[in-house]
């Protein structure tokens, strides 16, 4: 009887694992949805958090754009003014009255050109002829600076990048005429504005809010104005619209770019990230939460399952493995009034009852089979005593004492070796011993036909204890049906085999009258042996060796090398069954 695994001990078997997967399985694609809904969600938002930035530095971009369109229309305007011109053409010329009051008018106009736009800080008509350049700020009259003439006087298209850089200012210049239109010739005056840097920086500060930053830079030059200065050095040249994440002083924000075709600059706005996702994070958080409180409930409940049903369903599959494995005396012991009372209650009445049936069975299962061992026992063939005496008697008749006296000692020997009462388990030394003792005897009879050779058992096995009388029945067998018509060179082999978990004795002959139909109708016999119309030795030893070991001990049967009857006694090391020699030996 092989005893199996608890089915409670293996967690693929568990019904509490199952339980616990099973939730699992269902919690885990849904937390999963949720992710998915949130990261799909927060991709949507994003997308259009963007798009709305986007939409509001164009608009800052479309109002820096008017306010310098209206600036460059305005002096565009006063290229042709009668006071500039005759300031820069005929200055030497005129009185000192004409003088005064034409650069009077000059500053004048220049003055509502500064007032246009809070973007410029300065305006300035440079007049070399006059010596003097006329501005917008309170010392309205200053000193002519050639360099800086010399270098406002290029060549720029007001209407595509109209800025020049000189110094850290931008200016925009329109110098008269132009260079390029007078074949190189020195400008007669020049009018400049100087955009306000503070005046822009104050600007993206009003643009910027809820903690955002705006930078606004020159595609050309190394010229920016920024809301913050640490953000100034952030912003890298580009054309058109562009958005992007870059991390400053180590926090993360959201980058949203417009480039201004109209005045070849860059707008940039810096929005904190948190700021603008931090609602969409904190949904995260509060999801990744509520995971983790579902997967903390779930754990709870494997515990509380772990507590109310599988510890005591544990202890009942633990109690019956104890009862298959034939401990009778286990008893559970459950406080608690509940199913699992009720089912350890009515285990352990069980167990009480199964112990006294199986003691009163168990011994009337016992003496059943003892008396039906005793009973094949004495069914040995009664024919080998008649050749006995007949041979006793012809040896007699020829006065051969030598042989009489060793034939009768080996007569002595054996009965009293099948006739011995006592322990029904031997030494499988002595139950070979007697096996030769029988080929000795039938040696007298067959003389030099047939030959007998046996090999010596393992020194190991030698004292293992096997049942008595399995050995002799097979070979008796092998010379009444298999050698007892062979007139020459019979042969007869007992060897032994020691397998894994059992011992092999095989008996093996060589005659000739062997057929296939006498084969399968041994074996069919050895199938169902209790059905069997007479007990032959080989039936005989079968039976007793199920008996005693169960399916796992018998008698196999084979054609052998040299044609005979091949006979397999398989005798377990030590069965599990009732029949085992462990179990029985020395009753």
Known sequence: MRVTKPFGLSPQHSIFYKIVLTFLSLLIPLCGLNFLMND???????????????????????????DFDRVIQLIQTYVNDEDLLMLSSAATVMSDVERTEAILSLKHKIDLVKTSSRFVENVSAFIPMLDRTVTSNDNYITSFDAAQFEALSATTNRYDAPFLQYGRSLFISVPYPDPALSGGRAPQFLLTVEVSGRALGEALKQFANNGEKAVLAANRFPWAVSSDDAFRTSVAPSTGAASGSVSVKGE?????????????????????????????????????????????VIVFFAFSLHRIIERPLRTLVRSLSQVEKGNLQVTVAYARKDEFGFLFTRFNAMVRQLNVLVHEVYEQKYLVRLAELRQLQSQINPHFLYNSFFL?????????????????????????????????????????????????????????????????????????????????????????????????????????????????????????????????????????????????????????LRIMFGTEGGVSLTRGAEGGLRVELRIPFGGEGEGSIASFADR
Do not use: C
Request: net charge negative; proline share 4%; aromatic share 8%.
């Open 252 to 296: 993360r924000y959201l980058v949203v770019s417009k480039s201004s075709d109209r005045l070849d600059t860059t707008l940039t706005i810096f929005a904190p990230e948190h700021h603008i996702f931090g609602p969409l994070a904190k949904y995260r958080n509060w999801l990744l939460l509520m995971s983790i409180f579902s997967g903390v």
């Open 40 to 66: 799909s969600g927060s991709g949507i938002v994003r997308s259009e958090i963007v798009h709305s930035m986007d939409g509001k530095v164009a608009l800052y971009v479309d109002l820096i754009e008017s």
């Open 392 to 544: 006793l008697h012809r040896m007699a008749t020829l006065r051969d004492n030598d042989n009489i006296a060793r034939f009768t000692k080996y007569l002595g020997d054996y009965f009293r070796y099948i006739t011995r009462d006592g322990a029904m388990n031997v030494p499988l030394a002595e139950e070979v011993n007697n096996a030769r003792t029988y080929t000795d005897i039938q040696a007298f009879r067959f003389g030099r036909r047939i030959r007998a050779t046996f090999v010596d058992p393992p020194k190991p096995l030698e004292e293992l204890r096997v049942p008595r009388l399995i050995l002799q029945p097979i070979i008796e067998n092998a010379y009444a049906y298999g050698l007892e018509n062979k007139t020459k060179d019979g042969r007869l082999l007992v060897d032994f085999i020691a397998a894994e978990e059992a011992l092999i004795v095989v008996v093996e002959d060589n005659g000739e009258e062997l057929s296939e139909e006498t084969l399968q109708l041994l074996r069919g016999r050895l199938a169902a042996p209790e059905a069997a119309a007479e007990s032959t030795g080989l039936i005989n030893v079968h039976r007793r």
